[in-house]
């Protein structure tokens, strides 16, 4: 048995409209993530599932709302689905954090998991809890289509490590999810099938 895990990306937040990252820093979302947030509620509307889960974030929270209040679900937080800490990196900027610390921004572009940020949550850890959290929520819905709200770098991890593609490469394989975009995985007791990537919500 397996379930569908739709996988969206949180709306556009104040650091990310500038490329900072966010991580485990709550922030909020931008007017213009507010309303891809709306958008992701519209295609919930069109496409329901049984189930709406979110990272504890507050980004994450208010974007899946307007999905909950369009198909009158209560959504369920998984804390394995939190965002990477970025340590030294949070808040900044990849180009400030380069002129800060060259070396280490050398080594983060050439393999972000050999050479994480300094300070950072180790992505092959980040990748692992993610895994072990998108299982818990298929198991929890087995046949069934489940919304999951979450961030950018967890997602990409967890793609990397359920599709047997080497977890240094999450950044050149899937450059970006998009803000409220939808991805669509199959997700079985073993196996994962990725169904559809970045699907726009606004058609």
Known sequence: ?????????HGQTVW???NRYAGVSDVALTDEGRRQAARLGEWA?????????TSPLSRAIETAAPACEALGLTPRREPGLRECDFG???GRT??????EHPE??????KDPVA??????EDPRAAAGRAVEALRRVAGAHEGGRVLVVAHNTLLRLALCELLSIPLGNYRRVFPGLGNA???ELRLGHDTASLLALNLPTDG
């Open 16 to 18: 990310h409209a500038e």
């Open 104 to 109: 280490a921004a050398l080594g983060f572009t």
């Open 115 to 120: 050479h994480p940020f300094p300070g950072a």
């Open 181 to 183: 975009a939808v991805t």
């Open 94 to 99: 990849l180009a400030e954090f380069r002129r």
């Open 45 to 53: 509307a069109r496409n329901p599932v049984d189930a709406i889960w």
């Open 88 to 90: 030294a990196a949070e």
């Open 1 to 9: 048995m397996s379930a569908t895990l739709l996988l969206a990306r």
